[in-house]
């Protein structure tokens, strides 16, 4: 068993645009008007200052390894897709994700540059990023 594709995400209002872009490949963040924070995961009011003037950023996808770990087994997780490598990347636009990277865990360390992929789901309108090192 392999999830190709993925479970679909619970998609909600707040967040049906940020997976519909993943979907068509692009990463978004959320940026306050007011006090010019720029975060994720989305929401619809700043979570520094409450404002709900808020704009959908496109990122560049790009970032680094902040944090990870990772297991050679994972109740529920196919066999198949392990290990699994799950990270907090801190994007070049300031915010940190967790994901999952794509790679050895040998190949990885805190410090490492990593690009955003985007994984299938069951549901056409979405899709989930993932990073993997770059080249």
Not at 80 to 99: I, S
Request: one cysteine or more; proline letters at 9%; hydrophobic letters at 35%.
């Amino acid at each position: 068993m392999s999830w190709e594709p993925r479970p679909t995400p619970e998609i909600t209002p707040e967040t049906e645009r940020y997976w519909s872009a993943a979907a068509d490949g692009t990463l978004l963040v959320r940026e306050c008007t007011d006090c010019g924070l720029v975060y994720h995961y989305p929401r619809a009011l700043c979570p520094d200052c409450f404002s709900d003037d808020v704009e959908w950023k496109e990122a560049s996808g790009e970032g680094t390894v902040y944090s990870y770990s990772a297991t050679q087994s994972m109740s529920g997780w196919p066999e198949e897709d392990l290990p699994l490598v799950l990270a907090y990347v801190e994007l070049e636009e300031g915010p940190r994700v967790m994901t999952n990277l794509e790679c050895d865990p040998e190949d990885v360390e805190i410090g490492t540059r990593v690009t955003v992929r985007f994984k299938a789901v069951e549901d056409a309108d979405a899709a989930v990023p993932v990073f993997v090192p770059r080249e």
